[in-house]
């Protein structure tokens, strides 16, 4: 079956530092992967998704970055936090294949920029 | 990209119905869903449209698709303290490469 594993699930980092955070999918190939920012008393943003490895596109401009080394591997980076960056990061993946309808969610990581 | 939209809250009594109701604006979008994410926690699907449907029951949870109108709702019927929650409406683009959520609904259930 597939598992989406997405880590660590809470993070406390000062204004200014780096960021990394890491999502891996199991048990399926070439999905493709995203990653959405809740905001407090907001909704889903989309923030990144890629359909291969390499192949990022990015819904909005900020302060963050995506990559893909590999085929089930999703990092979301940053070189110098904000403190707007605060909120509960998402990663997801859906298959490509027909039918395949579904998206499914690692348990987030909620970032607190201090 | 594609603008969804939902009201931010809903309060419900136990036993009532919940109707959480959502607008989408790209008429080419095939799936339409509702998930739900109960607090700290990610995104568990409920159920989904195909956009050729009008309706689809499972159990407690009717969703209604007015194509024309672009507009989606999620009712929940008999409605229990374990449904409160955040929930999501999402449409994927026709490509199916992009999911695009609303902004979430936070139903409370009162005893």
């Known amino acids: 079956s597939q598992t989406i594993h997405q880590w660590p699930a809470t993070l406390v980092q000062p204004v200014g530092s780096p960021l990394s955070l890491e999502c891996t999918v199991e048990g399926t190939s070439n999905p493709n992967l995203y990653w959405y920012r809740q905001a407090a008393g907001r909704g889903l943003q989309l923030l990144f998704y890629s359909v291969g490895i390499g192949q990022i596109s990015s819904e909005v401009p900020q302060n963050l970055s995506a990559s893909r080394p590999q085929d089930r591997q999703f990092i979301l980076s940053s070189k110098k936090l904000l403190l707007s960056d605060s909120g509960f990061y998402l990663c997801a993946w859906t298959g490509t294949g027909t039918g395949e309808t579904e998206a499914f969610f690692g348990q987030g990581t909620r970032l607190t920029v201090v | 990209g594609e603008d969804v939209e939902q009201s931010l809250f809903l309060s419900v009594r136990e036993g009532d119905s919940s109707v959480i109701n959502c607008t989408y604006t790209?008429?080419?979008?095939?799936?339409l869903y509702w998930y739900k994410q109960e607090p700290g926690a990610g995104l568990q699907l409920l159920t989904y449209i195909f956009s050729n449907m009008d309706m689809k029951q499972d159990q407690r949870l009717t969703v209604l698709l007015n194509k024309k109108d672009k507009h989606l709702s999620l009712r929940i019927a008999d409605t229990q303290t374990g449904d409160s929650a955040i929930y999501f409406c999402a449409v994927a683009s026709n490509t199916g490469n992009q999911f695009y959520f609303g902004t979430g609904t936070s139903l409370t259930v009162i005893p």
């Open positions: 790209d008429s080419s979008s095939t799936y």
